[in-house]
Structures are given as C-alpha cells and as structure tokens.
C-alpha cells in the first residue's frame, strides 16, 4: 500500500482489524483516503474539530470500536477515534509531521520537509469548547467557521482571524474559544518557532430541528 503525504512516500502493509479489537495495539500511520480527526470528538451540540495530535508510528490502544472508527487511546492518555485502515500491525520508520487533520498546519514546502526533518508542528495540548449563540440557536443554523491563528513560541495564540465565518455570532464565539487554547510551539532545529496554523469549529445542534 502506497502511503503520501505532501510528496513522502511511505510502503508498509496494513493490518485490517477485525472482530473484537478492544486491548489490541498498534501503530498509527496516515494515507490520502483515510484522513484522521474527521470524527465528531465531543458529544455536545459544539463540535471543535481540532483533536490532539496522534503521531506517525504512536503506539496506540483499542478501547471500543464504532462501524470503521475505532476508538484508541495513545501512550499519553488522549483518546481518538480514527479509521480501522489507520492502524498498522508493526512499528515503521516515518519521516516527522503531525497527522492531526485539525489543527491544519501550514507546513513548509514540500522540498523543505525532504530536506528538513527537524521540525515538528505545534501540538494541541488545552482547548475551550465554542458555546452557541442564542441567534444561531434560534434560527437553526449550522456550519463551519474557518479561522487562522499564529502560535508563538509559548504556546499561546494571537492574532485569530475569521477566514470563513456563518455569521450569527458564531463567528466570534468560535475566535473566542480559540483564543483560549494552548499549544506547546512548533520546534525546529530544536528550538521552540512560531507557526500560523488553521483550525475549523463546527457547530452542529442536536435534536432542535424546526
């Protein structure tokens, strides 16, 4: 199975889980079909689709399983839901980038991961749920914001700005709850570096349809 990402090609074989996963390990991995974080993470009736990062060869554990989605935790204590087909059976050797599909990490050029590979992107590590406004409540609206940030070198974000909104003060109670989390810093070459990053905030409302 060919694996790729931004031009780094991977070959490994995949092991499909099958039956009752629960406490079986392995090892993450990430293909262009199966992209991770696309699963609901909350149960609430916000959804910030942002998971924390699950790294290229973590050791992960099955605890439940969901349809294709399985439900794992990592060695340090963060619970996911990722696709069936992402795990693999043995440890392999990747390249270093993170495979959080949100945050969405503005990386280098490709030329500039082949040719460095001491950088690490910034790495989810608190995050504050965006409340609903009372006008999007009220008139049902659903949807995604856009929004771009930059994390400085302590993890902390500024500069939040709406690319995408949906209006109805959605907008700014997604930038608010933004504002609020905290990353530890992108390194490279060893040494904390700002990076401006991309998250999405979904807001979806449960059992309120008109």
Same mark, same amino acid.
């Given at each position: 199975?060919?694996?790729?990402?931004?031009?780094?090609?991977?070959?490994?074989?995949v092991?499909?889980?099958?039956?009752?996963?629960t406490?079986?390990?392995?090892?993450?991995h990430?293909?262009?079909?199966?992209?991770?974080?696309?699963?609901?993470?909350?149960?609430s009736?916000?959804?910030?689709?942002m998971a924390?990062?699950?790294?290229?060869?973590?050791?992960?554990?099955?605890?439940?399983?969901?349809?294709?989605?399985?439900?794992?935790?990592?060695?340090?204590?963060?619970?996911?839901?990722?696709?069936?087909?992402?795990?693999?059976?043995?440890?392999?050797?990747?390249?270093?980038?993170?495979?959080s599909?949100?945050?969405?990490? !503005?990386?280098?050029s490709c030329? =500039?991961?082949r040719?460095?590979?001491?950088?690490?992107?910034? &790495?989810?590590?608190?995050? #504050? %749920?965006?409340?609903?406004?009372?006008?999007?409540?009220?008139?049902?609206?659903?949807?995604?914001?856009?929004?771009?940030?930059?994390?400085?070198?302590?993890?902390?974000?500024?500069?939040?700005k709406?690319?995408?909104?949906?209006?109805?003060?959605? !907008?700014?109670?997604?930038?608010? =709850?933004?504002?609020?989390w905290?990353?530890?810093?992108?390194? &490279?070459?060893?040494?904390? #570096? %700002?990076?401006?990053v991309?998250?999405?905030?979904?807001?979806?409302?449960?059992?309120?349809?008109?």
């Amino acid at each position: 199975m060919r694996i790729l990402q931004c031009g780094l090609p991977v070959m490994l074989s995949v092991l499909m889980w099958a039956g009752d996963d629960t406490g079986k390990t392995g090892y993450v991995h990430c293909s262009q079909s199966d992209k991770l974080g696309r699963a609901p993470m909350f149960p609430s009736s916000c959804v910030a689709r942002m998971a924390p990062s699950v790294d290229c060869g973590e050791k992960v554990t099955v605890v439940g399983r969901t349809g294709p989605w399985l439900q794992i935790v990592t060695a340090h204590g963060l619970r996911r839901s990722i696709p069936v087909s992402a795990i693999s059976q043995d440890k392999v050797d990747f390249v270093a980038f993170d495979l959080s599909a949100l945050p969405v990490v !503005d990386p280098p050029s490709c030329d =500039a991961l082949r040719s460095n590979t001491n950088y690490r992107p910034p &790495r989810l590590v608190s995050h #504050a %749920e965006p409340e609903y406004s009372a006008e999007a409540r009220r008139e049902h609206i659903e949807g995604t914001v856009l929004l771009s940030l930059t994390v400085g070198t302590d993890g902390v974000p500024h500069d939040v700005k709406v690319e995408k909104g949906l209006g109805y003060g959605l !907008d700014e109670k997604a930038r608010q =709850a933004v504002e609020n989390w905290r990353f530890e810093p992108a390194q &490279r070459d060893g040494k904390p #570096a %700002e990076t401006t990053v991309r998250v999405d905030v979904s807001f979806h409302l449960y059992g309120q349809k008109p």
